[in-house]
């Protein structure tokens, strides 16, 4: 077994226990709707469906990436269905393992399973700074037939990785040739410790299609490497780093403020509809989940079916409750901060 194929199977059990979970807050709990006692709307008429990049989602969510191209690849096939079903949009997990052994590509190809949902390739940014070009971003999203190719950014986690590529010297302008180079859009995003304000306006200004911020307040990805290492320093640095991170909600309200034309991705802690429906108000145009659909998948299929309905009541209550027939009026309703 490959050390990429055996680091992703060790993500995938890790991140479903207690070891990966971020001792900071991602938020959402320091806002609240104003409920509206009289909605004037009936419940059935709520609509939360939305359109990103020309696909409609039932909902403004996706499942964010994860995996692919480890033993667990069902995985990816099992929350393609979810996704299809629900009428959520998807990310596969990073396709490098798929370009340096195409016998993994199967795992990442999702649209037999999913044909018209919105999907988004994935390669981590600082490959760029490691051999790989526009030629490779082209492939993995070609390889899929992606809406779109996410970048993600994780310096953290390369740190306390085993032979991590920590060399983040020079991407921005590499990003920039990425925009200029692709026909599909690009999307940058963080793995759980959130894009500020400066440098979404810097990925803004090299021509990224939208950000997803992955912000603090559920993964710990130094607790992930941790739980990975056999080396005391490397685990007692990582231990210090469990509640690192910009918090979701402020990533959400510091780059909207700065936004001009990209689109915001909310990701990072998101557990219930109530979450989506705060994102959307406080600027996101859509929003991510990922360890819990990856805790509800590992447990059964139906598990999993049953998170993504109670997500959209929990949204389609959250809308009604503050009167908002569809996402457009969502993103205009009063969210209130707890004192
Ligand atoms: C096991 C695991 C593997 C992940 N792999 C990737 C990846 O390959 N590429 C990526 O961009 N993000 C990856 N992520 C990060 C998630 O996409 C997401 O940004 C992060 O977990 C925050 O969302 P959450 O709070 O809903 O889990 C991974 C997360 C987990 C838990």
Not at 322 to 327: Q, W, Y
Request: charged content about 25%; glycine content about 8%.
């Amino acid at each position: 077994m490959s050390e990429i194929e055996r680091r992703k199977k060790d993500h995938i059990s890790l991140a479903v226990g207690d070891a990966a979970r971020s001792t900071a807050d991602s938020g959402f709990e320091k806002y609240r709707f104003e409920h509206n006692a009289l909605p004037e709307i009936d419940f059935t008429d709520v609509d939360a469906s939305t359109n990103f990049l020309g696909r409609k989602l039932k909902i403004p969510l996706i499942i964010s990436a994860l995996t692919g191209g480890s033993d667990r690849e069902k995985i990816n096939r099992n929350l393609a269905g979810v996704a299809n079903d629900f009428g959520l949009g998807m990310a596969v997990g990073s396709q490098r393992i798929a370009l340096e052994d195409r016998s993994f590509e199967d795992s990442f190809k999702i649209r037999r399973y999913a044909p018209n949902i919105l999907l988004f390739a994935n390669l981590g940014a600082v490959q760029l700074n490691y051999g790989y070009s526009a030629e490779e971003c082209k492939r993995v999203a070609d390889m899929i037939e992606a809406d779109a190719l996410v970048l993600h950014l994780n310096p953290l986690q390369e740190v306390f990785q085993v032979d991590g590529n920590v060399n983040f010297s020079g991407l921005l302008k590499k990003i920039e040739k990425i925009c200029a180079a692709l026909k599909y859009p690009i999307i940058v995003k963080e793995v759980g410790y959130g894009i500020s304000a400066s440098v979404a306006k810097q990925l803004q200004n090299a021509g990224v299609y939208a950000t997803d911020v992955a912000g603090a307040g559920s993964v710990s990805w130094s607790g992930i490497e941790s739980g990975r290492s056999g080396d005391i320093v490397v685990k007692s640095a990582a231990d210090a780093f469990c509640g690192w991170g910009n918090p979701t909600v402020e990533c959400i309200k510091s780059v909207a403020e700065i936004r001009k034309n990209m689109k915001i991705i909310a990701s990072g802690g998101i557990k219930t509809g109530v979450d989506i429906a705060k994102s959307i108000a406080l600027g996101a145009d859509l929003c991510g989940s990922a360890s819990d659909f990856l805790r509800k998948i590992m447990i059964s299929h139906s598990d999993c079916e049953n998170y993504a309905e109670s997500l959209t009541l929990e949204l389609k209550t959250a809308m009604f409750c503050t009167g908002c027939r569809n996402i457009h009026e969502l993103k205009k309703a009063k969210l209130l901060k707890n004192e």
